[in-house]
C-alpha cells in the first residue's frame, strides 16, 4: 500500500497521512505509524477505547462519535486538528492518503450467532460511505474471516461493489490473512480488504515458516505473579535485566526495532516500568484445576484452555462490551502458572510492544487487546 501511494502523492516531501475509523486502541493505528504513516484523526464510540488510544498516540485527533454521524467534512477537519499536531510549521494539502478500520466484527463472528439482522453489520456501509465521501487515495478495512460467510452475500456484495463503482481496485476480499505467518505469536485469522485508486495493491506474504511460540512471547516477563499489581516497577522487572533477555520476536517488537520501529512517532516512556500486571484472583479450587491442565488443553469447569511454550497461542478474544451483556471472553491459562494471563502477556502474544499501554482493569484491558488488529499484521499490509 506505501509504495503505491508514493505514486499518487501530490506533495513528495510529507508522510502520507491516515484516519482510523472504529479505532479501539490502536492496533491498526500502530501497524500504519510504523509502516510510515502519520495517522492524523480516529474515530471510537467507546470513551474508554478513546482515552486508551490518545493516551498511546497523543498527536492524532480523537473524535469520541458514533461513524454514522460523522460526513467527510468531519473528519477532514478532525485530520487537519492532527495535522497541526503532527507538523506545526507546515500546511496540509488536505489530501487524505488512506482511511483504515475494523467495522464492528461481532455479527459476522463464528464465535457469535453470525445474524445477518445484527444491527452493527451495517457499519460496514458507514465505513463504505465515508471511502465514497472522502474519496481517499486507497482504503484499507479490517473484519473476521465469518464476513465472507455466504449469509452475509448481499450486504459484502452491495458494499464492495459500490467501492468498485467509486473507481477503487480491491484486493484481499476472497481470502483471510493468518497472523501468525506475519510474526504474530498467536494463531489468528482475519480479512483485510484494500482498495486503491490507481492499481491493485499486491496482497502482503507473510515471511515466517515456522510461526513465533507462546516462549518466543513472554521471555523476560516475571512468570509468578503474586500480588494484585497493576505495574511491574524497577524492582520487580529491571529494564537491565531484560535487556540480557531478548529473542527475534521481542526484537521486532522493540521501540527500536528495524523491523518494528524505525518510522514510528517518538514516545517517552521509562523502560524500568512495565503496565498491565492487575492479577487475577482465583479460588484454591480454580487454581488447582489449572495447575492439573496439561499444556494445550482446555480446563474442563472454565475452558481455558493452557497455553503451551512450544507453539503459538490460540485467538485472544474480546468479549462484549457492556451493551452486549458485559461478556468477559475467557482467558488463556499461563503456560508454567495456575492462573491466566495478565493484559501484559496478551499484549506480548498480540504483537504490542511494551511501551503500549492499555486500561488498568482486566476487563476494558483484555477488550482492547481482543478487539485489536495484531500491529505486525497490520504494518505488513500498510508496507506491502
Not at 24 to 42: K, Q, W
Not at 180 to 191: A, D, I, L, S, T
Request: charge should be neutral.
Amino acid at each position: 500500500m506505501l509504495a503505491n501511494l508514493e505514486v499518487t502523492r501530490t506533495v513528495s516531501n510529507r508522510r502520507p497521512v491516515a484516519i482510523d475509523l472504529f479505532s479501539g486502541a490502536g492496533g491498526l493505528s500502530l501497524g500504519f505509524e510504523s509502516a510510515g504513516f502519520d495517522v492524523l484523526a480516529a474515530v471510537e464510540y467507546d470513551a474508554v477505547h478513546a482515552a486508551t488510544h490518545l493516551y498511546n498516540f497523543p498527536n492524532c485527533e480523537m473524535v469520541v462519535r458514533d461513524v454514522a454521524e460523522l460526513t467527510a467534512d468531519d473528519l477532514r477537519t478532525a485530520a487537519r486538528s492532527g495535522w497541526d499536531r503532527h507538523h506545526p510549521d507546515a500546511d496540509w494539502d488536505g489530501q487524505v492518503d488512506v482511511l483504515i478500520g475494523g467495522p464492528s466484527c461481532q455479527g459476522f463472528s463464528t464465535m457469535g450467532k453470525q445474524d445477518p439482522e445484527d444491527s452493527r453489520n451495517q457499519l460496514v456501509l458507514e465505513f463504505v460511505r465515508l471511502v465514497e465521501e472522502l474519496r481517499p487515495q486507497a482504503f484499507c478495512m479490517e473484519n473476521v474471516p465469518g464476513f465472507l460467510d455466504s449469509r452475509f452475500a448481499g450486504l459484502r456484495d452491495t458494499g464492495l461493489g459500490r467501492l468498485r463503482a467509486a473507481g477503487y481496485h480491491l484486493s484481499g476480499e476472497t481470502q483471510p490473512l493468518r497472523a501468525e505467518e506475519f510474526g504474530v505469536p498467536q494463531k489468528r485469522r482475519r480479512v483485510l480488504i484494500t482498495g486503491s485508486l490507481i492499481r491493485t495493491i499486491s496482497t502482503p506474504v507473510g515471511d515466517r515458516n515456522e510461526a513465533f511460540t507462546v516462549e518466543h512471547a513472554l521471555t523476560g516477563l516475571p512468570a509468578r505473579v503474586e500480588t494484585i499489581a497493576r505495574e511491574m516497577t524497577a524492582d520487580l522487572a529491571p529494564a537491565s535485566a531484560r535487556a540480557n533477555i531478548s529473542n527475534e520476536y521481542l526484537e521486532r517488537i522493540s521501540a527500536t526495532s528495524t523491523v518494528f520501529g524505525p518510522f514510528g512517532q517518538p514516545r517517552i516512556f521509562d523502560e524500568s516500568v512495565l503496565s498491565g500486571f492487575l492479577a487475577t484472583k482465583h479460588s484454591p479450587q480454580t487454581t488447582q484445576r489449572f495447575e492439573g491442565t496439561p499444556a494445550g488443553k482446555k480446563e474442563a469447569i472454565s475452558r481455558s484452555y493452557r497455553l503451551d511454550n512450544a507453539k503459538p497461542s490460540l485467538t485472544l478474544r474480546a468479549g462484549t462490551g457492556r451493551e452486549r451483556g458485559a461478556f468477559s471472553a475467557t482467558r488463556p491459562i499461563h503456560p508454567t502458572e495456575p492462573r491466566v494471563i495478565t493484559v501484559r502477556e496478551a499484549a506480548r502474544l498480540h504483537s504490542f510492544p511494551d511501551w503500549f499501554r492499555f486500561h488498568s482493569t482486566n476487563w476494558h484491558g483484555h477488550r482492547q487487546i481482543g478487539n485489536s488488529v495484531p500491529p505486525l499484521l497490520a504494518q505488513a499490509v500498510a508496507a506491502c
